[in-house]
């Protein structure tokens, strides 16, 4: 199915949501290139992205000005993207991967340069944000984009239940787990999911916890 209107709602993305996708690019030498980046829907059919610099997809993205944004829940995918690259077989010519439940083309439309103090990975870690415009929109199969909170909420309600079972050392550590995942999930998060973080902050905090 090719919708001209282009709503990414269609594939379960709300705005001010971020959702982890695969963005294809080409290298500009024949090949492709996949990675796995998340991408903030910021409207109807426009969506930001922040990409570190020295990676192939950022400089691909800065060169060509167009990009696919794939939706997937292969963790598969992902992992090959991540460690190497995805083979070239799975790729399509249009450079959307193969066997993705739905894609979307975007046209790069803006470029800031962004310096995050803040990031946990790297202290001052310079990027490009860029905004860009789906400009066609794919669905192969009924899927919803992939969004990190829900395994949260899951991974904490486990640990959760769990927590009146186990000695301090392990308390302390479903503390920290507990304050990372509240992070992400407030950060990334669908509402529904920001919810029920909250629901279970409130009865640690009744159980006595440091939050
Ligand atoms: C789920 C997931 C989301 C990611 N999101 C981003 C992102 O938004 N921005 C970014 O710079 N890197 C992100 N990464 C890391 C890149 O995928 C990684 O740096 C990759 O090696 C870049 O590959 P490339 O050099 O082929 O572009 C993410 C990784 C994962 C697993």
Redesign the pocket.
């Known amino acids: 199915m090719v919708n001209m209107e282009i709503n990414l709602a269609s594939i379960g993305m709300e705005k001010g949501r971020q959702y ?1 996708t695969i ?1 294809t ?1 080409n290298n500009g030498n024949g090949s492709k ?7 903030l829907c910021a409207g109807d059919n426009k969506i930001i ?4 610099k ?7 993205i800065v060169r060509e000005k167009e990009f696919v944004v794939n939706i997937t829940h292969d963790p598969e995918l ?1 992992t090959l ?2 460690l190497k ?1 995805l083979p070239q077989d799975h790729f399509n010519e249009n450079l959307s991967i193969k066997c993705a439940d739905a894609y979307f083309k975007c046209d790069a439309i803006s470029f800031t340069e962004a310096v995050k103090q803040s990031d946990p990975i790297r202290n001052k870690g310079e ?1 490009i944000v860029f905004k860009s415009k789906a400009v066609d929109l794919v669905i192969k199969n009924p899927v919803k984009a992939m969004n ?1 909170g829900f395994g949260y909420v899951i991974e904490s309600l486990g640990n959760f239940k769990r927590f009146d079972l186990v000695d301090d050392a392990k308390k302390e550590e479903y503390i920290i787990q507990f304050k990372e995942a509240y992070r992400v999930v407030l950060k990334v998060g669908r509402k529904e999911d920001i919810k029920a973080m909250k629901e279970i902050k409130k009865e640690l905090l009744k159980k006595g916890c440091d939050l």
Do not use: H, K
Not at 33 to 39: E, F, S
């Open positions: 982890e963005i690019t290139n996949a990675a796995p980046i998340g991408v992205c922040r990409i570190f020295g990676s192939r997809t950022l400089d691909n992902f993207s991540l690259n990027a990190r």
